[in-house]
């Protein structure tokens, strides 16, 4: 969908998985709905950082993991 430009499908559908999953559709108010898309699709936007990404293939590091103080994503899994 995001190499399609469907933008707005594809916070949508982040609205679905991330936010209204398992709750009533009265739980979110339809203006926080709406400012969450919004949100989404202001992100989605912007273009891609500059950032690298920098993969470690030491699995002595993983011990190190209760060191990190901070919100992290941590992925795990074979590279296609």
Do not use: F
């Not at 949508?12 to 949100?39: C, F, P």
């Not at 699709?41 to 891609?48: F, I, M, R, S």
Request: net charge positive; glycine share 4%; aromatic share 2%.
């Amino acid at each position: 969908m995001l190499q399609q430009g469907k933008l707005e499908a594809v916070a949508q559908l982040n609205y679905e998985t991330w936010i209204s999953r398992g709750r009533e559709l009265e739980a979110v108010q339809s203006h926080v709905k709406q400012l969450i898309l919004d949100m989404q699709v202001k992100t989605l936007k912007k273009p891609a950082s500059d950032e690298t990404v920098v993969e470690v293939k030491s699995t002595a590091t993983i011990s190190r993991l209760k060191n990190i103080h901070v919100p992290v994503l941590i992925l795990i899994g074979e590279g296609a």
